[in-house]
Every structure is written in structure tokens, then in C-alpha cells.
């Protein structure tokens, strides 16, 4: 994924009501841009962060620029706009670069299926193949040095799980993806401490056949991209 043009940077100083933040140019303008992600952000959004954020053209919006990557002063950076993750690992399939997803002709997005209503973000299919259904979620928690998730106790995300379980139930192959887009983080877990719920569900669905696949990425003004496979616990 390439920005066009290169992000450009400033200094956080809030971030409030979930989708708004208030930050500072390096030329000394405030403004407020759109933030992307709804969750807790926890270690995301230090105010004295740099943040680095696009703009839309889009003379609709109330709020031209959107918060795309954050860089701590720690050193490492973060891509905080979640609705990212889909984007990023359909590219890396239809680049072959994920071996685990390869060998697919057809890749769909936010296709219906289940029993409670939800609509899978990658679905995959191929002659001779069982479907492939992915769930991607974003990963961006660093605590104890390990990236958990979720950051957030996530009825939304428990369903998801049910979900993929009677994927697997009904003969189909299904995998939940965490797209890791913080560079700190080496390995991922099931947040246990945040939301117990969720990390005994994901216990029960992995046993049940279930993939769990964790892949890393390169972040930069001037792009993203998933990079490498990460390790995946549950304690």
C-alpha cells in the first residue's frame, strides 16, 4: 500500500470523542482530523506522539485529514487506522506473499454468511478447494513486551469467533488473521487480562480447527506492507 502523496507529520495533542484528535504542525497550525479507530488505542495516542495523517480531497468532509500512523517517542510506529488491516493483507494474497493463503484464482470482500448476521472481510475460493474464510483483525497492543488482543472487552469480535467455528463445523476452512501493525511487537497473544470471554472462545475455536496466522509489517510515511510471520501464543 502506497500513500499518494507521503503522509505528513505533526504533534499530537489529543485525541476525544473516539473519531477526533487535535494536533500541531511543525510550522505551528492546530487543527483536528478524523481518527479512524474506535477502540481503546492504548500506547497509540501519547499526546507528544508524532502523528503522521493524509488528506481527502473530498470537499464533503467535515474533517479533510485522517490520523494514519502514529511514531512514539519510544522510536516505534504504530498504523492506527484500522480500516487498513483489510486493505493490507488482501494485497499481500494477491501477491502471493502470504504461503498460507496462496494457490486461490478469487478473492471477495465483506461477503454475508453465518448465522448472526456478519459479513466475513476476505473470502477466498479456488476450483477443487474448500472456501477460505478470513477474519482480519488489527493488532496494535504492546504490554509486557507482547502484542494482545483485543485491546478492548469486543462482543463484535466473540461473534466473530462463533463464526469462523461453524466455518469449520460445515466442512469449510477458516482462518483468523492479525495483521500486526505495530513494530514493537514480536509475538501475539489472546488478552486474557482484557477480555477473558475472548480468549477462552479463541482457545475453543483453534481447537476446533480453526487457523490462527500472525504476519508483521513495514510502516512508513511512504507506505505499508505486511513482512513477516510472527509467533502466535496461547498461555
Not at 58 to 80: F, M, P
Not at 86 to 99: G, H, K, P, S
Not at 191 to 218: F, K, M, N, P, S
Request: with cysteine; proline share 4%.
Amino acid at each position: 500500500m502506497i500513500f499518494t502523496p507521503p503522509l505528513k507529520p505533526a504533534t499530537l495533542i489529543k485525541r476525544y470523542k473516539r473519531f477526533l484528535a487535535d494536533a500541531i504542525t511543525p510550522e505551528g497550525e492546530t487543527f483536528t482530523l478524523h481518527c479512524a479507530n474506535t477502540g481503546a488505542m492504548t500506547g497509540c495516542a501519547t499526546p507528544g506522539d508524532t502523528l503522521w495523517y493524509s488528506t481527502s480531497d473530498n470537499a464533503k468532509r467535515k474533517y479533510a485529514h485522517s490520523w494514519e500512523l502514529t511514531q512514539t517517542q519510544q522510536g516505534d510506529w504504530i498504523c492506527v487506522n484500522t480500516l487498513r488491516a483489510n486493505t493490507l493483507v488482501r494485497e499481500a494474497i494477491e501477491q502471493n506473499l502470504i504461503d498460507e493463503l496462496s494457490g486461490y484464482s478469487k478473492i471477495s470482500s465483506e461477503v454475508k454468511y453465518g448465522g448472526e448476521n456478519s459479513r466475513i472481510d476476505l473470502l477466498l475460493q479456488a476450483e477443487n478447494r474448500v472456501n477460505c474464510y478470513i477474519e482480519v483483525k488489527s493488532v496494535t497492543l504492546l504490554q509486557h513486551e507482547r502484542g494482545y488482543f483485543p485491546d478492548a472487552v469486543t462482543l463484535r469480535g466473540q461473534k466473530h469467533l462463533r463464526e469462523l467455528q461453524s466455518v469449520v463445523e460445515n466442512g469449510q476452512r477458516a482462518v483468523l488473521f492479525f495483521a500486526v501493525l505495530h513494530t514493537g511487537i514480536e509475538q501475539v497473544a489472546p488478552a486474557h487480562h482484557i477480555d477473558a470471554r475472548y480468549a477462552a472462545l479463541l482457545a475453543q475455536v483453534r481447537q476446533a480447527g480453526v487457523e490462527v496466522i500472525c504476519y508483521g509489517a513495514t510502516l512508513s510515511p511512504d507506505g505499508l506492507s505486511l513482512c513477516e510471520k510472527l509467533p502466535f501464543f496461547i498461555d
